[in-house]
């Protein structure tokens, strides 16, 4: 039987393409989003997958989703958080605001997702949870403190979480992906990025579906004994 996915922030960026490659590698995948209709609706059009909208930073609307998600698509098997939000600012502009949203909706989200699906995953002795993290959790960004912090807990979230789900069959991994060419990375100004670029040994930004074929290997039969791992793909950028 075709195993079930959720990508958070499944409809574009990275999460489109992830959830397009765990769909063709035949998962049934519900992809998630949080407010751009209109993206959610065209990408819905073009590739046949459901869209949710529900916001990951909201512990109710994560339980109810995951509820009816399982109801219309499967038990789920496949969690991928990806949602993820940028407010940029150094920590003396920062408001608490800023630093409160994101971790909410990176960190948080993981947690909110992991709850609604955990026990479900325990009962039918399998699971597999994929964490997106970032390099600026690894490495520290200027102007990132809320970012980084919530990337760098990611990964803390993930070893724990791998440890607590191994015996249960679920796995639990992150990937730390580089500067990959999303609209996330479109709002950095070009100056800046060209900076970014000449620091990357292979001289270019990453595309999406370089993350997503390591989500997809993640969550695939070669990975079996794979957990607790963070899986850097940032074109050699930084090694860590
Ligand atoms: P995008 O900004 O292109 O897309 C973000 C996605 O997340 C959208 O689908 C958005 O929904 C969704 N989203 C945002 N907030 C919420 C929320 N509260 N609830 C539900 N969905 C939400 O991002 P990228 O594709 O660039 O990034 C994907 C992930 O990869 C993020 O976690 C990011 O931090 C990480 N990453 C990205 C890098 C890059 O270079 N691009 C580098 C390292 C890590 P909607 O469309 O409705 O707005």
Same mark, same amino acid.
């Given at each position: 039987m075709?195993r079930?996915a959720i990508?958070?922030? !499944?409809?574009?960026g990275?999460?489109r393409a992830?959830s397009e490659?765990l769909?063709?590698?035949?998962?049934?995948?519900a992809?998630?989003?949080?407010g751009?209709?209109?993206?959610?609706?065209a990408f819905?059009?073009e590739?046949?997958?459901p869209?949710?909208?529900?916001d990951v930073?909201?512990f109710?609307?994560?339980?109810k989703a995951?509820?009816?998600i399982?109801?219309?698509?499967? $038990?789920?098997?496949?969690v991928?958080?990806n949602a993820?939000?940028?407010r940029?600012g150094?920590?003396q502009r920062m408001?608490a605001e800023?630093w409160?949203a994101?971790?909410?909706?990176?960190?948080g989200?993981?947690?909110?997702?992991a709850k609604?699906?955990f026990?479900?995953?325990?009962?039918?002795?399998? *699971?597999?949870i994929?964490?997106?993290?970032?390099i600026?959790g690894?490495a520290?960004?200027? *102007?990132?403190?809320?970012?980084?912090?919530a990337?760098?807990?990611?990964h *803390?979230f993930?070893k724990?979480l791998?440890?607590e789900?191994?015996r249960f069959?679920?796995?639990?991994?992150?990937i730390? $992906? !580089?500067y990959?060419?999303?609209?996330?990375v479109a709002?950095?100004?070009?100056n800046?990025l060209?900076?970014?670029?000449a620091k990357? $040994?292979?001289g270019r930004l990453?595309?999406?579906?370089?993350?997503a074929r390591?989500?997809?290997?993640?969550v695939?039969?070669?990975?079996?004994?794979v957990?607790?791992?963070?899986?850097?793909?940032?074109?050699?950028?930084?090694?860590?």
């Open positions: 075709a079930v990508v958070t922030g !499944g409809t574009r990275i999460g992830i490659t769909r063709d590698a035949g998962i049934k995948v992809a998630n989003y949080a751009n209709e209109e993206k959610a609706k819905t059009n590739t046949g997958i869209s949710y909208k529900f930073s909201d109710d609307a994560c339980q995951c509820e009816q399982a109801k219309e698509v499967g $038990p789920v098997d496949i991928v958080n993820g939000i940028t940029d150094t920590l408001s800023d409160q994101v971790i909410d909706t990176n960190l989200g993981c947690f909110n997702m609604a699906c026990a479900g995953m325990r009962e039918r002795g399998f *699971g597999r994929v964490n997106i993290g970032s600026n690894q520290g960004q200027y *102007g990132q403190v809320n970012y980084a912090a990337k760098s807990g990611i *803390g993930t724990a791998a440890q789900g191994a069959n679920i796995t639990c991994n992150a730390a $992906p !580089g990959i060419d999303t609209d996330m709002a950095v100004p070009a800046v060209e900076k970014i670029v990357i $040994p292979i990453g595309h999406a579906d370089e993350i390591g989500v997809l290997f993640l695939s039969d070669d990975a079996t004994f957990t607790g791992s963070t899986m850097s793909i940032n074109g050699g950028q930084h090694m860590y």
